[in-house]
């Protein structure tokens, strides 16, 4: 398995155009850029409509980019078949069965499914079917929303494709299988590393996994870094209001909370020992940020 | 351009001819189906010759019966239209669309080809089945016994798959409204190089003259063959760049 890969976006831009302009275009994407290095979990974290399935369906060769490139370790990724069976891109797929569509037995459709992926291993997702119960003798439409997303990351699993994306495949499956696939993930990852990117909202749930989370908010990239990077970067202060505006004056604020006469502010960016020190001589409360409520005040 | 003969390419056109032996088995079932039951209902006059003059012997169905160029027409067309439809699934499961362009021209190449001896092989069958049927020999009466016949029977194969596949490409770009609206509009186009096609085919010549109201055409096997050689690269090309930045919903 090739795990060398190396992806970059410059300036990436996705916009959805109208055939009839009685509307406006929508730009999902704005001058994007970031670069994934191999063998590393990535958190993708956006809000609802900001971008993130749009940024996958760039990365995974569905959408051509407006404007702005995606490179494979150099190579341009869109329509460049050698490359595309290298990328997984798993998302809650809907089995739908209106339009005519008739689906195989699940070993059947699994087999199907990755056909066409090289690193595929049948023994793995056979022993993913067993861990996770996922019942074979059933069709894929028959199974329950959350067994139909176990078969959905079973397949993005067992492709071990050197870039895997799961974009909120698992919001169909309770705690317990969620629990169970998180392991999974990390366990694989150690054995065939490759390139994941996670999106999902299940951020405190999930931020163990990710070596490096990317942020993006109404279309733009907003935080990239380590997990710990960017949990370090935040502070939350809480005293006396007064106290607390003295001592806040030229940060980076994120967020306000304000209580009678107290006041809890979280501030983003370079804090520094000197800060501290000046907290705990005013007598103010400091204490960390979660990336969840990072995310939260990030990004509204 | 990709690689023509990478092993993505070959694995897709061996599918794709798969496919196409299974959808043809499967109407000669139909048709074994049909003859089985005619002969149970043989001791019934009236439903027999409700049959006989209605399914076996009428007008529409003679082409399919007999497998002629009705009936690989509609095939062909249909694949096309199947090509196109299938396209989001196979970019899904990370082949790119040049790939599956070229595999699938490919795969219509050859099925194109292949079409002439398989339906020589399937009237023989036909005509095993029904001994007594005149219409045998109307099947190979087309285009007077001229061979030439099958090259243009060929081009028409090959624009037809294209026309499909460009129907279904449009329906997944522009949506169902424009994309009938389009269609109707290339059909009436072609609908002049199909009618004197089919005139040909069955009145067993090559110098036959159309008079459409406007103009006294005289068309022949070079002005069509022409034609047909501009329409498929044409309507190939149309589809090429259309499908090559085609967008797929990740639903």
Known sequence: MNNDYRIEVRNLSVIYKNLIPITENFQALKDVSLTLEPGRIYGLLGRNGAGKTSLLSVLSAFRK??????????????????????????????????????????????????????????????????KFGLPTNKRPHKLSKGMQSVLSVIIGLASRAPVTIFDEAYLGMDAPTRDLFYKEVLKDQARHPRIMVMSTHLVSEMEYLFDEVIMIHQGELIKKGTYDELVAAGMAITGRADVVDQFAVGKDIINIESLGGFKKITLFGDISEEDHLLAQALALEVSAVTLQDLFIHLTT | ???????????????????????????????????????????????????????????????????????????????????????????????????????????????????????????????LIFPSDSLFYHAFQMGNGDPLILILQFLVYMALFFLGYLITTFWNRVGWVITIATAIGIFILLSFVSLNFMAISHRGRFNFSLNLGLKQFDVTFRSLAISLLVLIPTLGTITYFLVKSIPVKAT
């Open chain 1, 65 to 130: 980019a407006s404007s702005g490139d995606v490179l494979i370790n150099g190579t341009p990724l869109f329509d460049n078949g050698a490359l595309m069976q290298h990328i997984q891109f798993i998302y809650q797929k809907k089995f739908d069965t209106e339009s005519g569509e008739t689906y195989p037995k699940i070993r059947k459709y699994i087999k199907k499914e990755t056909a066409y992926r090289p690193y595929f291993d049948l023994d793995y997702a056979d022993e993913l079917i067993q």
């Open chain 2, 1 to 127: 351009m990709t690689h023509i003969f990478n092993g993505r390419i070959k694995r897709l056109m061996k599918e794709e001819l798969i496919r196409f032996g299974k959808h043809l088995l499967g109407f000669l079932g139909t048709m074994m189906l049909i003859a089985i039951i005619m002969n149970l209902l043989h001791d019934t006059d009236t439903i027999h010759r409700w049959i006989n003059n209605y399914l076996i012997n009428s007008e529409a169905v003679v082409d399919f019966r007999f497998f002629n160029f009705g009936f690989f027409i509609f095939f062909i067309f249909v694949s096309g239209i199947v090509t196109g439809y299938e396209l989001p699934d196979y970019v899904r499961k990370g082949i790119s669309r040049s790939d599956y362009f070229v595999a699938e021209t490919l795969s219509a190449f050859i099925v194109s080809l292949l079409i002439a001896p398989i339906m020589l092989t399937l009237n023989v069958i036909s005509h």
